[in-house]
Each structure stands twice: as C-alpha cells, then as structure tokens.
C-alpha cells in the first residue's frame, strides 16, 4: 500500500452492493466509506424498518466492510422522499437520537429537498435543528428537479439555522450549482454515474475549472445503475488528464476525511497501521464467507 494512493468514498449505499463490490473497492485502493441513510425504491411502511434499517448501519454493515479491509461510517437522518409521508416521519424523528451517537455515525445525512414540499422543509429544519445542537456535520441532498433553486434553498435554510457552511456538505452538485455552494463557504461534492447526472469525465473540468478546495468525490453507489469504482476511476482519468496528483488527493481522499472527520470519530488511524483483515470473526454468529476458508492478514497499510 505505500505507493498505491488511497480513496474514501463518502457516498456509497453498501447495503445495495454485494461482496464483490467490497473486494473490488479495496482493491482499487479504496480504504474508508461513509453510506449516508437513504431509501430502499420503495416507500418504507413503519418505524420498524427504519429502526432495523439504521442498525444495520451501525451493526452488520460495518463488520461485512471490515472483512474486506474497509472502514465504514454512516450519516443517520431521515431522507427527503420519505419526509412526506408525516406519521411515519414523526417517528423516524424520534429514533435519530438513539443512532446519532454511535461509533461510526458521522454526520446528520443525508437530508434536505426532493420535491420541495412543505412536510420535507419541515423535517429538513428539525434535522438541522438536532445537527446544531448535536455539534454534528450535515450532509445535504440537493434535489435531481429544479436543482439550482432547490441547493441555494438548502444553503439558505443552513445559514438561517445559524450552521457553519463549512461543516454542511452539499451533495449531488453538477456545473450549475458548483460555483454558489463554494461562493458561500459550503463543501461541494459529486456524485458520479456512469451516464447520468455526473460523469467523471465533467468531473475532470470541474475540478481543471475550480480546483480542489473543498470539492469532494463520491460514488453515491446503490441499487441502481451506478459504479461502486467512481472514485478511483476519476481518480485515474483526472491524473491521465493533467490534474495535479495533490488536487487528486485532495477531491478523492482529504477534504473528506477533514470534512467528516471533524467530531473524531473518523480517523485517518483507523485504516493506518490498525491490522488487516481478519475474516476468522464473526457478527452474531454469522459470517460473510459461505464455507470459505477465513482470511487472516495481519499487514498493515504503512
């Protein structure tokens, strides 16, 4: 690992992606992920799922990371698209306090607009609410229809909040909002697919156009179609196109780690000179290998 650089992908849905994703990621040098709570496709129809959904986020999917060589965290939070449907959010509401504090918890995320309605305003507000009181990072996502208007209204609902811009991400950024959300002080971050909203090749001139300051690439890897390897891939074209290997850092490993880092729960140590992967471990009885003679590597990324 001394020579191969690292990447974090701080927007990747692992609860959507299988074993082979994991193996491909670690070997494509991907050492941190952070999977923000979003919905599952379909609408969620008790407090339940949500209360397991969020366990798992802080239970079994951290372990099935680590029997790859990952480190994973999550953003705990009600999604906008779900925000609409107001019994069941009042309740989701009430469970954040039970997760927010958890070991892997990062941020408040991701939340924010999906249609602009009046109930997802009024759950992305109490959200804020609690990240400001909490001390906690936010992770925002800006609404896929009439986004320039939809990200400027969540900056603007930040601020009047009274949250730093520089502890609120905002995510889903494209060529039309970049320019406004680091004006105000906010960290900009892409996700990338492989033919829709970003593409890596976009991504190159923006970071050739504004830099790396406070700019971040993810992956926002789920159930669709969307590549769990966006990060390093753009990583690869960005060099191949002239990119400085600093701003590469930067925009595919730094700036996420110094912006979801800042509570101390991530830490750089956590996948520097911690071990390696020991696959002889067990989560509740239950392993990920099926039969497989367990891994044990005890390197460690120097």
């Known amino acids: 690992m001394k020579d191969k650089m690292m990447f974090i992908d701080p927007h990747v849905h692992m609860t959507s992606r299988t074993t082979d994703d994991y193996e491909a990621m670690a070997a494509a040098g991907v050492v941190a992920i952070i999977e923000p709570s979003f919905w599952l496709g379909q609408p969620r129809t008790q ?36 925000a609409n449907n107001e019994a069941l959010a009042e309740q989701v509401i009430e469970l954040l306090p039970l997760y927010v504090h958890k070991e892997n918890v990062v941020a408040i995320g991701e939340i924010g607009y999906d249609d602009q309605t009046a109930a997802e305003d009024k759950y992305f507000r109490m959200q804020l609410d609690l990240a400001k009181e909490l001390g906690m990072t936010v992770q925002i996502h800006t ?11 969540s900056m603007e609902v930040c601020l009047e909040h009274g949250l730093d811009p520089s502890n609120v991400i905002i995510d889903h950024n494209n060529e039309e909002t970049v320019k406004e959300v680091l004006d105000r002080g906010f960290i900009a971050a892409f996700t990338i697919y492989p033919k829709t909203k970003m593409g890596n090749e976009r991504m190159v001139e923006v970071v050739r156009q504004y830099g790396s300051t406070n700019i971040i690439v993810d992956s926002s890897a789920d159930w669709g179609v969307s590549d769990a390897l966006a990060v390093p891939k753009t990583a690869g074209l960005m060099l ?9 850092v930067k925009t595919c490993y730094q700036n996420a780690l110094d912006a979801f880092g800042k509570n101390g729960k991530m830490k750089e140590s956590h996948w520097l000179g911690e071990g390696g992967v020991d696959q002889s471990q067990l989560f509740n009885d239950n392993s990920v290998l099926r039969g497989q003679a367990p891994k044990i590597d005890n390197d460690k990324i120097v």
């Open 143 to 153: 609404p896929h229809r009439d986004k320039k208007a939809g990200t400027i209204k």
């Open 47 to 82: 407090v339940g799922s949500f209360q397991d959904y969020f366990s798992s986020l802080v239970g079994w999917e951290p372990f099935r990371a680590s029997q790859f060589g990952i480190k994973h965290y999550c953003t705990i939070g009600l999604n906008s698209k779900e």
């Open 240 to 248: 191949r196109s002239g990119i400085t290997k600093e701003d590469v």
